[in-house]
Structures are given as C-alpha cells and as structure tokens.
C-alpha cells in the first residue's frame, strides 16, 4: 500500500517557498549594498560578536567551512570585514567588523528594519512568535534526522 507523501511534500514546497520569498525582501534591500543574503547573515554574526573566527561562524550558521570561506573573502575583498591573524595561534585568523563600514552596517540595519516592521504589522504579533517557534522545532527535528541518516543511511 503505498505512503501518501502528499503532507510532507507539501511541506517541503511550503517551506522551500517561504525561503525564497525572505530572500526575495532581502535581495531588494542587499543588493545596492552589494550583499547576498549569506554575505548579510556572515556580517550580522561578526558584527554582533565583534571578533570571531570562520569556525565559529560556521558553527553559528551550521554550514561547512570550505562554504564560508570564500563568502568571507569576498567579505574581506569588498573591506566589510577585517582579517587578522589571531595573535595566540598564527595559523588561525580572527575576523572583525570594519568600523568604516559602521554608517553603510547601519543604513543597512535600518533598511531591514523597515521590511521587517512592514511584515510583523501585516502579521499579529503572537501568530509571528508561534511560527518562529513552530520553525526551530521543525530544524531541530530535520537536524536530528539528518544527523541519524548521516549514521545510518537508508
């Protein structure tokens, strides 16, 4: 008897569509900055924590380090971040904010801002908190499943 897979694909398509559309506003805003929307979520993470390293960054966003890198090259290259060799271990390199960045970081941020504030009045505040959390429920059992495939393939 076969499974009907309908729900999960549907689920997928739902989920694969709301991905596109965030990068859609997101591209309207970090495009004249000349950002893509993973050069953007690199930046907010260096910018909040001041001084990090790829590792930690890669940690954060839970992607590979040979997919960052060159996204933090192309950080460096365009002088939104800096890159120095960690003065404990000179194989590693800390990566930090460039304050002459600071003013085009926070007409940036404002901009943001504006979309964002644009969708949570279009969306009542509760509903939003309910999907943000109904969101990191469905990572966490995607991870938690990948990571059991990833032991046990099929």
């Not at 924590?49 to 997919?67: F, G, H, P, R």
């Not at 590693?92 to 964002?116: E, G, H, V, Y």
């Amino acid at each position: 008897m076969p499974v009907n897979l309908t729900p999960y694909n549907e689920l997928c398509f739902a989920v694969y569509t709301t991905n596109r559309y965030f990068h859609k506003l997101y591209h309207l805003v970090l495009h004249p900055f000349g950002l893509t929307y993973l050069q953007y979520m690199v930046l907010l993470i260096v910018y909040r924590q001041q001084t990090t390293t790829i590792s930690q960054v890669c940690s954060e966003l839970d992607m590979a380090n040979n997919t960052l890198t060159p996204v933090v090259q192309k950080l460096v290259q365009k002088k939104w971040l800096l890159k120095q060799r960690a003065p404990e271990d000179v194989r590693r390199f800390n990566l930090s904010f460039n304050p002459d960045q600071n003013a085009q970081f926070n007409l940036l941020q404002t901009k943001i801002a504006k979309i964002q504030q644009l969708f949570i009045h279009q969306v009542a505040a509760p509903p939003i908190t309910e999907m943000i959390n109904q969101q990191h429920q469905l990572n966490q059992q995607l991870k938690e499943l990948a990571q059991q495939l990833e032991k046990q393939p099929l």
